[in-house]
């Protein structure tokens, strides 16, 4: 027997409520005001130095690529705008990026200061694969790992926002590990103002942040190794 139109479910009826309730927050918050992300790599918005991701319906502002922009973008990417973090208005600030910023800085005052007691799991034995530059497409780096190490690869995540370094900047983003070929390839978004280095990189691993992360590895950064003098 089909439900008259005047009683929606219960779940329905919450499920709209919800949404409604959302907007008009949303809207209290602030007017929002989409502009141009500082570059696009495979379609993916890059944000510039004072730009920030917004979620149509969302109270926060977003300063990574973190699980939340990641999930919208997969699931509803219409519903993902950048703006500047001038017009964020009342929104405030993710947990979740910030909680991925503290662990990046942890993790790096961690390696820097070599503080074995900080660190919960040794670090993985061959932390250091080096890489050599395959090509460079649409500001795409791709950089090939030998053979040896695809073994090693194919237990490796890239979790959103891993850096790449060059002269201890941060010029891009690691978007992707594919293991599937013979020579395991990692993929680099460059920063659009990044110029790029020929020569050789190293990518460096680590044990995943999330406690929930599926694979025993994850990376840390790809930097460009610097020539020996
Ligand atoms: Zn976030």
């Given amino acids: 027997m089909p439900i008259p139109k005047r009683q929606r479910s219960p779940l329905i009826r919450k499920y709209l409520n919800v949404s409604r309730s959302a907007q008009t927050e949303a809207r209290r918050l602030g007017e929002l005001k ?70 990046a800085r942890v993790s790096a005052a961690q390696e820097y200061h070599q503080q074995p007691r ?43 926002a891993t850096p790449l370094y060059v002269d201890g900047r941060r010029d891009g983003l690691v978007v992707r590990l594919d293991s599937a070929s013979d020579e395991p390839l990692l993929l680099v978004q460059l920063d659009p103002r990044a110029t790029f280095r020929n020569g050789p990189y190293q990518v460096r691993l680590r044990h995943p942040l999330r406690r929930s992360a599926t694979k025993p590895y994850a990376v840390e950064s790809v930097e460009f190794v610097q020539p020996a003098p």
């Fill in 118 to 160: 900080l660190t919960p799991e040794p670090a993985p034995p061959d932390a250091v694969v080096p890489l050599k530059v395959m090509g460079m497409a649409h500001g795409i780096l791709f950089l090939a790992a030998g053979q040896e190490y695809r073994e090693r690869l194919k237990e490796t995540a890239v979790e959103p």
């Fill in 34 to 103: 989409p502009v141009e992300p500082a570059a696009r790599r495979e379609g993916l918005p890059v944000l510039g130095d004072d730009q920030v991701y917004v979620l149509k319906y969302g109270t926060d502002y977003h300063t990574t690529w973190c699980q939340v922009v990641a999930d919208t973008w997969e699931c509803a990417p219409r519903r993902l705008f950048v703006t500047l973090l001038a017009t964020v208005g009342e929104r405030t600030r993710c947990t979740e990026c910030d909680r991925q910023a503290k662990a």
